[in-house]
């Protein structure tokens, strides 16, 4: 849901589409398929990861829009999990700022358990000031600059979730 949820939002917002990164493994069932087709998923296959961090480039330098979920799946509880870094590293090659966002809500809307979603449940979303990480580039880009760069989106995905 968290897809359509921002789709609809950044649209709302700055009347672009969002077009996703996911995982490969998913085009193996008919609805992701479907869902990744539609949205124009850049699906990530793990012996090419820098094919999709390249398309991704490509899009953002076209003044298009990437969305990223750094935890990388579902969360099993609805609590933020420790994030990974492709927007880390996206946002370094790209130059390109990240735009925080927060939803509340969709986990309990559709627990991970769960084979539909329950009704009558509310989501809030919270977009975040964009934060630019231009500074970094020309450095070399360690694991640990990675992981600092992650570790702060996360910190402020997480306060948007308090707001």
Same mark, same amino acid.
């Given at each position: 849901?968290?897809?359509?949820? /921002?789709?609809?939002?950044?649209?709302?917002?700055?009347?672009?589409?969002?077009?996703?990164?996911?995982?490969?493994?998913?085009?193996?069932? /008919?609805?992701?398929?479907? +869902?990744?087709?539609?949205?124009?998923?850049?699906?990530?296959?793990?012996? +090419?990861?820098?094919?999709? #961090?390249?398309?991704?480039?490509? =899009? &953002?330098?076209?003044?298009? /829009?990437?969305?990223?979920?750094?935890?990388?799946?579902?969360?099993?509880?609805?609590?933020?999990?420790?994030?990974? =870094?492709?927007?880390?590293? &996206?946002? /370094?090659?790209?130059?390109?700022?990240? #735009?925080?966002?927060?939803?509340?809500?969709?986990?309990?809307?559709?627990?991970?358990?769960?084979?539909?979603?329950?009704?009558?449940?509310?989501?809030?979303?919270?977009?975040?000031?964009?934060?630019?990480?231009? @500074? @970094?580039?020309?450095?070399?880009?360690?694991?640990? #600059? +990675?992981?600092?760069?992650?570790?702060?989106?996360?910190?402020?995905?997480?306060?948007? @979730? #308090?707001?």
């Amino acid at each position: 849901i968290d897809p359509l949820v /921002i789709t609809s939002a950044i649209f709302k917002k700055e009347r672009k589409i969002v077009r996703y990164i996911g995982k490969k493994e998913a085009l193996e069932n /008919i609805f992701f398929r479907f +869902l990744y087709q539609t949205f124009d998923v850049i699906a990530i296959d793990p012996n +090419l990861k820098y094919k999709a #961090l390249n398309e991704a480039i490509k =899009t &953002l330098g076209n003044d298009g /829009i990437i969305g990223i979920f750094p935890e990388g799946e579902r969360t099993p509880d609805g609590k933020i999990c420790t994030g990974k =870094t492709g927007a880390s590293r &996206l946002a /370094i090659y790209s130059k390109k700022p990240v #735009l925080p966002v927060a939803i509340n809500g969709t986990y309990a809307l559709w627990p991970i358990d769960r084979r539909l979603p329950k009704i009558k449940r509310i989501i809030r979303i919270t977009i975040g000031k964009p934060m630019s990480f231009s @500074h @970094h580039s020309g450095k070399k880009i360690s694991k640990k #600059l +990675l992981r600092s760069i992650t570790d702060s989106i996360m910190e402020r995905i997480a306060d948007l @979730h #308090l707001a």
